[in-house]
Nanobody
Framework: QVQLVESGGGLVQPGGSLRLSCAASGRDFSNSAMGWYRQAPGKERELVASITSFNSRNLGDSVKGRFTVSRDNAKNTVYLQMDSLKPEDTAVYYC????????WGQGTQVTVSS
């Protein structure tokens, strides 16, 4: 059974940083794409970042230059480093892994506010 557990969300002031982690379990995901989506109240879920098994990265336009995605295959973990955070980054962040379809974490709240 695939399970994803996120951590690292919270409240941060504008301009601050947070690092999200997502640990996957159930099998070896080193050959699977992983990444993050987010959903703000009243908005559709949007792709934040993804990383393939070859470490090819894709970032959403709104976070390019501020967010970085990385992974540690030995730990089955994907990370999202978020810098220069803005109030519009406030959302629930969901990690995913692609293995015979998408599997999702439970979500972690990120709030950017002074």
């Amino acid at each position: 059974q695939v399970q994803l557990v996120e951590s690292g969300g919270g409240l941060v002031q504008p301009g601050g940083s947070l690092r999200l982690s997502c640990a996957a379990s159930g099998r070896d995901f080193s050959n699977s794409a992983m990444g993050w989506y987010r959903q703000a109240p009243g908005k559709e879920r949007e792709l934040v970042a993804s990383i393939t098994s070859f470490n090819s990265r894709n970032l959403g336009d709104s976070v390019k230059g501020r967010f970085t995605v990385s992974r540690d295959n030995a730990k089955n973990t994907v990370y999202l480093q978020m810098d220069s955070l803005k109030p519009e980054d406030t959302a629930v962040y969901y990690c995913f892994v692609v293995y015979m379809g998408y599997h999702w974490g439970q979500g972690t709240q990120v709030t950017v506010s002074s």
